[in-house]
Antibody
Framework: QVQLQESGPGLVKPSGTLSLTCDVS?????????WSWIRQPPGKGLEWIGE???????KYNPSLKSRATISIDESRNQFSLKLTSVTAADTAIYYC??????????????????WGQGILVTVSS | QSVLTQPPSVSAAPGQKVTISCSGS????????VSWYQQFPGAAPKLVIY???KRPSGIPDRFSGSKSGASATLGITGLQTGDEADYYC????????????FGGGTKLTVL
């Protein structure tokens, strides 16, 4: 079973850039899946940030207004997130995950599985 | 404000059945498949239903999913205290603001 592990700084200064990496183990990142970043502010619900295909194609949440960039490194079997111009509103647990995005007949099948354990990132001076 | 609407909380006694609703629109639930996730405090979410009504390996058949129009429902029968958790629905929104969308979450309390 594929396993994912987030890593990166737990504290970022306001107006700075949040950078996280997700290591994929027990499976290849080039296996034809999409790979997502999803976040959850403390005590609140889930928000999709974006996702990347192994070929490099990306999709992003329009609400983040181009602040997010997701990249993939097949040689290291990992993918990364950069979020610029952060504010306190970006404080959250950040999860990386494998996602399905299958275009069926006139419909899209999508699910998220498995998830990493999550990493808390706090934006504060 | 979440794109998909869920009740903030539901409760039921052990052994009983509970349903959690998820309401969307023609561009998301009305068009695409729905998934459901279970999240315990301090843990990552876990997939319990995908493709509207399919259960991943290891998920007991006490969990079920259904979809009708622009709404979806998660059902849990034979409630156990271990089912007490937050539950989220999710689907793809095919509108101009296309992307993966989640419900606001429902806290299930097993009394």
């Amino acid at each position: 079973q594929v396993q994912l592990q987030e890593s990166g700084p737990g504290l970022v200064k306001p107006s700075g850039t949040l950078s996280l990496t997700c290591d994929v183990s027990a499976g290849t990142i080039s296996g034809g899946n999409w790979w997502s970043w999803i976040r959850q502010p403390p005590g609140k619900g889930l928000e999709w940030i974006g996702e990347i295909y192994y070929s490099g194609s990306t999709k992003y949440n329009p609400s983040l207004k181009s602040r997010a960039t997701i990249s993939i490194d097949e040689s290291r079997n990992q993918f990364s997130l950069k979020l610029t111009s952060v504010t306190a509103a970006d404080t959250a647990i950040y999860y990386c995950a494998r996602t399905a995005h299958i275009i069926a007949v006139n419909a899209i099948m999508s699910w998220v599985d498995p998830w990493g354990q999550g990493i808390l990132v706090t934006v504060s001076s | 404000q979440s794109v998909l609407t869920q009740p903030p909380s539901v409760s039921a006694a052990p052994g009983q059945k509970v349903t959690i609703s998820c309401s969307g629109s023609s561009s998301n639930i009305g068009k695409n498949y729905v998934s459901w996730y279970q999240q315990f405090p301090g843990a990552a979410p876990k997939l319990v239903i995908y493709d509207n009504d399919k259960r991943p390996s290891g998920i007991p058949d006490r969990f079920s999913g259904s979809k009708s129009g622009a709404s979806a429902t998660l059902g849990i029968t034979g409630l156990q205290t271990g089912d007490e958790a937050d539950y989220y629905c999710e689907t793809w929104d095919s509108s101009l603001s296309a992307g993966r969308v989640f419900g606001g979450g429902t806290k299930l309390t097993v009394l």
